[in-house]
Nanobody
Framework: QVQLVESGGGLVQAGGSLRLSCAAS????????MGWFRQAPGKEREFVAA????????YDANSVKGRFTISRDIPKNTVYLQMNSLKPEDTAVYYC????????????????WGQGTQVTVSS
């Protein structure tokens, strides 16, 4: 069993930055791909970024490329999402998730999810 707890969300003005954290518990963290997804009201959950189990490979959605950076601290069992140059369209609930195996953008492939953290970007 894996438990994920996100933190770091909040209200920020356009152009600002936030760093989300996701603390994981459970034995599979170091051997798992980690991902960040987001869901805005009335929209489907969408892929944001993913990082391989070693941290050596990262994957970003086109909408956040160059602005968001995913990273992980294996000894701390934590994955981060550094979000810079935030835009109002980044407003959503952000979720971290974990899966065994290679990274994918498909939400259905992830086995465990956190409860989410709200990010609101004002114009």
């Amino acid at each position: 069993q894996v438990q994920l707890v996100e933190s770091g969300g909040g209200l920020v003005q356009a152009g600002g930055s936030l760093r989300l954290s996701c603390a994981a518990s459970g034995r599979t963290f170091s051997s798992s791909t980690m991902g960040w997804f987001r869901q805005a009201p009335g929209k489907e959950r969408e892929f944001v970024a993913a990082i391989s189990r070693s941290g050596g490979s990262t994957y970003d959605a086109n909408s956040v490329k160059g602005r968001f950076t995913i990273s992980r601290d294996i000894p701390k069992n934590t994955v981060y999402l550094q979000m810079n140059s935030l835009k109002p369209e980044d407003t959503a609930v952000y979720y971290c998730a974990v899966k065994v195996g290679i990274a994918t953008m498909l939400a259905g492939a992830y086995n465990y999810w956190g409860q989410g953290t709200q990010v609101t970007v004002s114009s």
